[in-house]
């Protein structure tokens, strides 16, 4: 099974500021990454697949990079809607499917 | 409006069985790969089963055996049968579509609630 493991726990970051975001695969995943976005109550939304491609509607203040085993997601504005947590997923070899434990980024 | 819909979730006793359901629109889940995620109260994100639009399905260590999940083409909704189920089991349960490129998930519901308890 490969283990997603996000850096760090908590971010706390002013708004107009930029966030990064680390998450990093016990093994390679290649590119079949994604990330996402779940604010309090509601269901998880899908922000970036393929490391790097936005997915649809998704602002380009949003942007995600790495391959093989070291990932990034960059926020690079935080607006106040951008306050959630965010989780990372790997879908290169599965099954399972694995996500990172979550980042929850908080306004400083 | 492309949308999928969870509902059939409740409290049941330890050992108990429920079926969720996943109705879907604006899409067929008979041609998307479709999936369960969970999550447990307070908890990150467990992926649980998935299913192929070939039918073959693929379930997590910790469901296997005991859930299965299923289609019915004609009402265009997704099942997820959980049988012998444990507290562990108590999370929410989201019904998810695969994305085009890879598994990825595009398109989530708003979750279905299960609790297990005595």
């Known amino acids: 099974e490969i283990v997603m493991t996000q850096s760090p726990d908590t971010l706390s970051v002013y708004p107009g500021e930029r966030a990064t975001l680390s998450c990093r695969a016990s093994q390679s995943v290649s590119n079949n990454l994604a990330w996402y976005q779940q604010k309090p109550g509601q269901a998880p939304r899908l922000l970036i697949y393929g490391a790097s491609t936005r997915a649809t509607g998704i602002p380009a203040r949003f942007s995600g990079s790495g391959s093989g085993t070291e990932f990034t997601l960059t926020i690079s504005s935080l607006q106040s809607e951008d306050f959630a947590v965010y989780y990372c997923?790997?879908?290169?070899?599965?099954?399972?499917?694995?996500f990172g434990q979550g980042t929850r980024l908080e306004i400083k | 409006e492309v949308q999928v819909v969870e509902s059939g979730g409740g409290l049941v006793q330890p050992g108990g069985s429920l079926r969720l359901s996943c109705s879907a629109s604006g899409f067929s889940v008979s041609i998307k790969y479709m999936s369960w995620v969970r999550q447990a109260p307070g908890r990150g994100l467990e992926w649980v089963s998935l299913?192929?639009?070939?039918?073959?399905?693929y379930y997590a260590d910790s469901v296997k055996g005991r859930f299965t999940i299923s289609r019915h083409t004609s009402k265009n909704t997704l099942y997820l049968q959980l049988n012998s189920l444990r507290p562990e089991d108590t999370a929410v349960y989201y019904c998810?579509?695969?994305?085009?490129?890879?598994?990825?998930?595009?398109?989530w519901g708003q979750g279905t609630v299960v609790t297990v308890s005595s």
């Open positions: 299913i192929y639009s070939g039918g073959r399905t």
């Open positions: 998810a579509r695969v994305h085009d490129y890879g598994c990825a998930f595009d398109l």
């Open positions: 997923q790997q879908y290169d070899d599965w099954p399972p499917i694995t």
